[in-house]
């Protein structure tokens, strides 16, 4: 299951995963977007929902269980950027609380309530697309680089808690192309073939964050790029 696998990232991910032969959920807020994925990807489900909001997220695990009955990859992709006056004090309050709710809470509740299906999997994975804009630095910044630095915490939280049954690990991308970040250099595949490296990493390999098939800090004393 794909969270904003309508567009970005999220949709190379669905795209790569089932060249791979996977079965796939997109998930995203607009159906229009949703039905354009799907011609472009044959055999992609998909369902619209918000999985900032509880009644959306509800709606996702009672898909999960009506219609696969247990599943074994969850990608935590959904995300938005508020723009570049989304400062955390200067910004609009809700900007900053939208933001932190799409970002964070997003996939806490998603991973909250997927768990007991997740876990009919032999080998489950959750998998966090994070960003350097979320690295501990001295220029840590912005409502989107708090939310992104709170997915990181989240991350190494859950592999915490889960070790053992779930392995939890997070993506960056790097600056990559999408409707987000319409001038980035990067391809969006890139992502998706991270995706795909960490979904088929051993059990063991938890709690990490990865670029382009590397390990990264969580921290780092150098500008944020992503």
């Given amino acids: 299951m794909v969270t904003g696998g309508s567009r970005g990232i999220g949709l190379e991910i669905a795209r790569l995963f089932r060249q791979e032969g996977a079965d796939i959920l ?17 055999g992609l489900h998909t369902l619209a929902a918000d999985v900032s909001d509880a009644s ?3 709606s996702v695990a009672a898909w999960v ?3 696969w009955g247990g599943f074994d990859i ?5 995300g938005i950027w508020a723009g570049p006056g989304a400062d955390v004090l200067s910004g609009h309050d809700e900007d900053f609380t939208r933001v932190l709710a799409v970002n964070v809470l997003g996939p806490y509740r998603c991973t909250r309530a997927l768990l007991p299906w997740l876990e009919h999997s032999t080998s ?7 960003s350097r804009s979320g690295l501990f630095t001295t220029n840590l910044s912005s409502a989107y680089g708090v939310s992104k630095a709170a997915l990181h915490a989240l991350t190494i939280a859950t592999a915490n808690e889960l070790r053992g049954r779930v392995a939890v690990n997070a993506l960056s991308p790097g600056w990559v192309k999408t409707d987000m970040a319409p001038d980035g250099p990067g391809d969006p595949r890139w992502s998706a073939q991270c995706a795909l490296h960490l979904a088929t990493r051993p ?9 382009d098939k590397r390990v990264l800090s969580w921290s780092s004393r150098t500008d944020p790029n992503s």
């Fill in 26 to 42: 997109a998930v995203s807020r607009e159906q229009a977007n949703l039905n354009a994925a799907a011609a472009q990807v044959p």
């Fill in 56 to 58: 959306g997220v509800a």
């Fill in 65 to 67: 269980k009506e219609r």
């Fill in 74 to 78: 969850l990608i935590n992709n959904a």
């Fill in 124 to 130: 489950p994975r959750i998998i966090n697309v994070g």
């Fill in 203 to 211: 059990a063991s390999v938890t709690g990490l964050l990865f670029h």
